[in-house]
């Protein structure tokens, strides 16, 4: 697509993305290896009332993506919608926050190319993983450094085979249950599977609330919607479009899925620690499925990884737009191509840490720490950009006619409270405190160093004008 046939933003970058780009962007990171390999897990935690828990933190991640659409809506210039927790709460906390969800998404991409090797070796187990690592972080780099469409349909193709994959299994599981296929051990495809001795807490009500933060985690990655905007072509067009379709579909693909796995095949009969795609597939006499699947959840990590290095380079653009230190303008340059081309390669060359990590087991130990204290902080965002939606409303540059939240009044600390409750429900899990703690303790000691660090400017500026 040549230049002069899309819109140019003031900065240099280019509005390519087209609504099913962003649409697949949202699904991308959204829809990953937390339902194709972590769904047995959680369904073995809570057995179907795992439906109740994804249709309710569905609901309140749709609240989030309104208040952000909403932001988004009346400022589509915005790179990010963590710059709204600095313009409309604090610009400390937005200092944070931006900072806090770039370091994130820099682990997140990290863990998505270890991820990546370690399926790779299932085929090719003599292949170093540093190996693999480095080749899939160029290629999507390079993919990333071209025009902002080209993002746009690698995320659409990683995308659509993750969706082609479960509608495979709905398809092939109500084939199953219409047909009463009698599985191997012994039990038969029933929709009564699903329903028969129903307990809300068969593992005890702790179960329940701890698989509260796990399928949060699993829905993290839907507010990428929010980083496309500036890049989108007809923002005000797309955005409202993007946001109230993007939950029913990914509803539907996750509640969808999990009922067919639960009605094949009675839900403690499935094994945690494997895929219940693969077990589900192999149910139905494919020999295949691991192989299918393995495939599956490498497009899956690859497209997480996709959107970590345009988000990444996103977020530290903005970051460096709004900084007042000199040595930040190094990561403004906007490349021919509309890219934020140093932001880009300085978030890739940080994921490029994976490959030395994973060599040490030591430091493979630290690393996955650090992640969890990161998803944590994740949170924390989650709240904040609630809290600036609600300023964002009481403020001068609210569109009466805009793409508003409903209800924003009840909704509004409705989610923010819904967010403090699933942060609290890691104190609740031995697992997750440590992480808990770390993420509280990064965010106070983050905030007093910005605190001493502006009273010490504040200080030589009053002696500068005496």
């Not at 809570?46 to 400022?75: C, H, K, N, Q």
């Not at 993750?162 to 051990?185: C, D, E, M, Q, S």
């Not at 998803?375 to 540059?397: E, F, K, P, Q």
Request: positive net charge; hydrophobic residues 50%.
């Amino acid at each position: 697509m040549a230049k002069n046939e899309v819109e140019v933003n003031k900065d240099g970058t280019i509005r390519g993305l087209s609504n099913l780009a962003v649409q697949m962007i949202a699904f991308g990171g959204s829809i990953g290896t937390g339902l194709f390999l972590g769904a047995g897990s959680t369904i073995h935690r809570t057995g179907p009332s795992i439906l109740f828990v994804y249709l309710i933190i569905g609901i309140f991640f749709f609240l989030m993506m309104r208040a952000i659409g909403e932001m988004m809506y009346a400022d589509p210039e915005q790179h990010t919608f963590v710059s709204f927790i600095g313009k409309y709460v604090n610009p400390r906390l937005g200092y944070f926050a931006a900072w806090s969800y770039w370091l994130e998404l820099v682990l997140a991409g990290m863990a998505e190319l270890t991820a990546i090797s370690t399926y790779v070796k299932y085929w090719f187990p003599g292949t170093p993983a540093w190996i693999i690592q480095l080749a899939f972080l160029l290629i999507l780099t390079a993919v990333n450094m071209a025009m902002v469409s080209s993002f746009g349909k690698s995320e659409t193709l990683l995308s659509g085979i993750k969706i082609l994959a479960i509608i495979a299994l709905i398809v092939i599981g109500i084939y199953l249950v219409v047909t009463n296929h009698r599985n191997p051990a012994g039990t038969q495809a029933s929709w009564g599977n699903i329903f028969n001795h129903f307990s809300l807490f068969p593992n005890g009500a702790h179960q329940f609330i701890n698989a509260f933060p796990m399928v949060f985690f699993a829905f993290q990655g839907m507010e990428f919607v929010g980083i496309t905007t500036a890049e989108t072509k007809q923002p005000r067009k797309v955005l409202p479009h993007a946001v109230n379709q993007i939950i029913g579909r990914i509803l539907l693909f996750y509640i969808g899925s999990l009922i067919i796995i639960m009605a094949i095949t009675p839900w403690n009969t499935l094994n945690p620690n494997e895929s219940p795609f693969v077990q589900i597939f192999k149910l139905a006499g494919l020999p295949a499925a691991s192989q299918i699947i393995n495939l599956v959840v490498i497009a899956a990590a690859c497209s997480t990884l996709n959107s970590a290095i345009f988000s990444t380079g996103r977020h530290l653009y903005q970051l460096a737009e709004e900084s007042p230190s000199k040595g930040m303008t190094f990561f403004t340059k906007v490349s021919k191509n509309g890219i934020p081309i140093t932001s880009v390669l300085f978030s890739a060359l940080m994921m490029i840490l994976a490959p030395i990590i994973s060599s040490f087991n030591s430091l493979g130990v630290a690393f996955s720490f650090i992640a969890s204290v990161s998803s944590d902080i994740y949170i924390l965002v989650c709240i904040l950009t609630m809290v600036a939606h609600y300023r964002y409303r009481h403020s001068g540059d609210f569109k009466l006619d805009g793409f508003k939240m409903p209800q924003y009044r009840w909704s509004n600390p409705l989610t923010i409270a819904f967010f403090l409750a699933i942060f609290a429900s890691l104190f609740f899990n031995p697992s997750s405190i440590l992480p808990a703690v770390g993420a509280l303790v990064w965010a106070l000691g983050f905030n007093v160093l910005l605190a001493y660090r502006q009273r010490k400017l504040d200080v030589a500026d009053s002696q500068d004008s005496l």
